[in-house]
């Protein structure tokens, strides 16, 4: 079954330094997410991607955050200057076209961001 | 922006015995989801719900949409220790952000 994959697994960096985390969706999917869950608390939307754009962004994605779709098959999401709080796990998601019982989200299995 | 709640945030339940969970909304959803999380894995869909009053079930699990379109609940019948985990209702309006409750975590115990 296809799934959406996300590297690295874990990511360890200093405050202040660039994080680059990546994503491969489900193929032929066309919508693509961001999400976030700080230890303990629930999954946060962070943005959504279509048609090479934004098409939704929450109040947490700021201009820290950039995110990109590079080539055919990897999504990227780059945090410029890393804060102690955006430690937290980093989900991707993926949709095709909404169609009945086709627009559900898939996650990944998440890049847990340390920063320290 | 929208409030959901999800109840009860624990249960601790004997293996064998049903567990039942639901979320309210304070605005109405075109989407119920329901995730399980296991520890440092993303959530895994169980059932999506499309159309209010709509009842879906996957093997022992059962979920329903609200008529009013501002709730949902999952029940998990004859529970097993793999029920272990965290599951999160998510309300989607339209096709854009899910937005998730606060999960509620389900302890079995044999």
């Known amino acids: 079954e296809p799934e959406v994959t996300q590297t690295p697994s874990h990511q360890v960096t200093q405050m202040g330094q660039e994080v680059i985390l990546r994503c491969v969706p489900i193929?032929?999917?066309?919508?693509f997410y961001w999400y976030r869950q700080i230890l303990g608390q629930k999954v946060e939307f962070l943005v959504s991607?279509?048609?090479?754009?934004?098409?939704?962004k929450s109040e947490i994605f700021d201009d820290q955050f950039s995110v990109e779709r590079p080539d055919g098959s990897n999504f990227t999401l780059k945090i410029r200057s890393t804060k102690l709080e955006d430690s937290a796990m980093y989900f991707c998601?993926?949709?095709?076209?909404?169609?009945?019982?086709?627009?559900?989200?898939?996650f990944g299995p998440g890049t847990r961001l340390t920063v320290l | 922006g929208q409030q959901l709640n999800q109840s009860p945030q624990s249960m601790f339940i004997q293996e064998g015995e049903d567990v039942s969970m639901n979320c309210t909304s304070s605005?109405?959803?075109?989407?119920w989801l329901w995730y399980k999380q296991d520890p440092g894995e993303g959530p895994v869909l169980l059932i999506a719900l499309y159309k209010a009053g709509e009842l879906t079930s996957n093997g022992r699990l059962t979920a329903q949409f609200g008529i009013t379109r501002k709730d949902s609940f999952l029940n998990i019948s004859a529970s097993i220790p793999s029920d272990v985990g965290i599951y999160f209702c998510a309300g989607q309006l339209y096709w854009g952000k899910l937005q998730f409750g606060a999960g509620t975590q389900v302890v079995v115990t044999p």
């Open positions: 991607f279509y048609n090479n754009e934004i098409s939704e």
């Open positions: 193929s032929n999917h066309l919508y």
């Open positions: 605005s109405i959803f075109n989407t």
């Open positions: 998601a993926s949709r095709a076209l909404g169609t009945s019982g086709t627009d559900t989200q898939y």
